[in-house]
């Protein structure tokens, strides 16, 4: 059977979109990548983040496949490495010529020439154009939009000399030196920043967040985290989905004893190991209900800097800014505040699709609809490449590349229906729902703490004759291995496009 040669389009140029061109690119189809940055590297290109910023992963979970981070990088690896890492990617494997940089995509709409395909408007050079394709692969990450809060008082605020930024504009910490910060946020970028903020010279910082939540350190009980956490053993004990049926239900009935004691456990260490009860810091929700995508690994040095009384912590929000650079929290307090930086996430979406499509992407609760978190059978001849999250997001964007262009061929060796891929999305979002809350974080885009069973059932669907390593002992208590998976790929049919 002849697979028709497409024209596709890449719209991203971070770690998903150098996924997405080399998968397209490698099966023989025509690739055009757009960036609207002046680089490659998404939240890696070191204008879009602090100057301190370091993987939350250990660098052999947050790699491609056939190209390791070199040796001499440390286990978690500063931003700049990150970012020199992909361009060695793109290097290896000359995806540089099938981009567009600084080339901005401002909307798709069905193709008016009644072909298959989406016409893309680019926006480049002061120039606005056209073009049409036969598939578009959306690869523009989570993290790209930041999300903008803005509290009463904050112009005069602002004309008084306070300063307001989001995370992501914090690129010069030296904005600290000699300032009271308040950083309002309990993530990760909250808690990277306060620290940053503090090891600069800041004369004051309080973190204001809204509630507790579970945070991993690197070392669990001197243990690299990537041991403990990260294997099939340990996910099988979360609720993931599809288990049904009268064998695993009394399966679970009978570990469930164990599961709970193991959990008990690992939250009785954490306590133990980061003060937590200390610093008012213990969540509500027992962890194995709360692991998701936006767990947040603990910053180095942040409980130290809570010990020495020096990060001040808040449980709230901001109210208003007050006179002579003051800030009102939602608790009443009054705290000082030269700077103010709204740690506070970023907004989802798809901006450049026309809203009708839109309306059937997103649920009113503002959950997705998306199959293996790829495609919607509503959305014809396109599909996403990392509008998702998960704790080794280089691996699950080579996979799930890998896997739509198998699906936009039409050569999955399991090409699902329309009605089989609505009936699965479905199922995930009643799980998400009404089983596992967690899930729906960053609207139901996550795979985390699930890699594995994620893992298995796009490696099944493309026809791989293996998805785990032979040695049952490695496979259940090693983490997601990504020399393994490029050897598990390899076992998937070929063919080429022409
Ligand atoms: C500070 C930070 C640290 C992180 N650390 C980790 C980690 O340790 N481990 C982990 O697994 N994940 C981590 N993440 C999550 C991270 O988002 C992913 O790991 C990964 O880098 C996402 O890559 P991406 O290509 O999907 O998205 P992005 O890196 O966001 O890239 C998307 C690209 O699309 C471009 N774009 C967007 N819209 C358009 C448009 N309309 N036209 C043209 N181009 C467009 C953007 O400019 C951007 O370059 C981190 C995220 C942040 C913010
Ligand atoms: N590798 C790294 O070192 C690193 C560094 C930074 C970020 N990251 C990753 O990047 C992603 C984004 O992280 P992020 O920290 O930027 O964003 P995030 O995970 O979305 O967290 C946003 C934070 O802002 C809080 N928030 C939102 N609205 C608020 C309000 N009105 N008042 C008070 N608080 C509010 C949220 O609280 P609620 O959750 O309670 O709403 C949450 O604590 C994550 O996947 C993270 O792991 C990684």
Redesign the pocket.
Same mark, same amino acid.
């Given at each position: 059977m002849t697979i028709k040669r497409k024209k596709v389009a890449v719209i991203g140029g971070g770690v998903s979109g150098l996924a997405a061109a080399k998968a397209f690119d490698d099966k023989g189809h025509r690739v055009s990548g757009f960036e609207r940055s002046h680089d490659f590297g998404g *939240?890696w290109e070191p204008s879009r983040s602090y100057p301190d910023?370091? %993987?939350?992963s250990p660098k052999d979970l947050y790699c491609f496949t056939d190209h390791p981070m070199p040796d001499d990088y440390p286990e978690w690896p500063k931003g700049p490495q990150v970012h020199a890492y992909l361009h060695s990617y793109a290097d290896k494997h000359g995806l540089a010529r099938l981009f567009r940089l600084n080339t901005n995509v401002r909307s798709m709409d069905r193709r008016g020439d009644g072909q298959a395909g989406w016409t893309l408007t680019l926006d480049a050079e002061g120039q606005t154009r056209t073009e049409d394709f036969d598939f578009v692969a959306v690869c523009t990450g989570? $993290?790209s939009d930041k999300?903008v809060?803005t509290y009463p008082g904050q112009d005069d605020f602002v004309a008084a000399g306070g300063q307001v930024m989001h995370?992501s504009e914090y690129t010069d910490s030296s904005i600290s030196e000699g300032k009271d910060v308040v950083v309002?946020?309990? #993530?990760? #970028?909250?808690t990277?920043i306060a620290v940053s903020a503090l090891e600069k010279g800041a004369k004051s910082v309080h973190l /204001? +967040?809204?509630?507790n /939540?579970w945070r991993v350190p690197y070392f669990v009980g001197g243990i690299n985290f990537k041991r403990l956490l990260y294997m099939r053993a340990q996910e099988v004990q979360f609720n993931g989905w599809g288990r049904r049926g009268p064998v695993k239900r009394a399966l679970g009935a009978l570990t469930q004893p164990l599961i709970w004691a193991n959990f008990r456990g690992l939250e009785t260490l954490l306590k133990l190991q980061l003060g937590l009860k200390k610093y008012n810091m213990v969540p509500k929700a027992p962890i194995e209900k709360e692991v998701s995508? #936006?767990v947040?690994?603990v %910053?180095p040095g942040f409980f130290e800097l809570l010990k020495t009384g020096r990060i001040k912590p808040v449980i709230g %929000? $901001?109210e208003r800014y007050e006179e002579g650079r003051q800030l009102r929290l939602t608790t009443g307090d009054l705290v000082a505040c030269d700077v103010a930086i709204l740690? *506070?996430?970023?907004k989802l979406g798809v901006p450049f699709l026309p809203r009708d499509y839109q309306d059937k992407l997103i649920e009113s609760d503002g959950q997705y609809r998306v199959y293996r978190l790829a495609v919607n059978p509503e959305l014809p001849d396109m599909g996403f490449v990392g509008f998702n #999250?998960s704790f080794c997001t280089v691996l699950s964007a080579e996979l799930i590349a890998n896997w739509l262009v198998r699906y936009a061929d039409g050569q999955l060796a399991k090409q699902p229906t329309a009605k089989a891929m609505n009936e699965n999305i479905e199922m995930m979002l009643d799980w998400k729902r009404n089983q596992r809350p967690a899930a729906k974080t +960053?609207g139901g885009l996550c795979s985390a703490p699930f890699h594995f069973q994620h893992f298995d059932e796009l490696l099944q669907d493309m026809g791989a004759r293996k998805w785990k390593r032979s040695n049952p002992l490695a496979e259940q208590f090693g983490h997601p291995d990504a020399k393994a998976y490029g050897a598990f790929l390899a076992t998937t049919p070929e063919y080429r496009a022409n």
């Open positions: *939240v910023v370091q %993987t939350q989570q $993290f999300k809060l995370s309002l946020g309990g #993530s990760k #970028s909250a990277d /204001v +967040y809204l509630e /939540v995508c #936006s947040p690994i %910053t %929000t $901001f740690a *506070v996430g970023w #999250s +960053y």
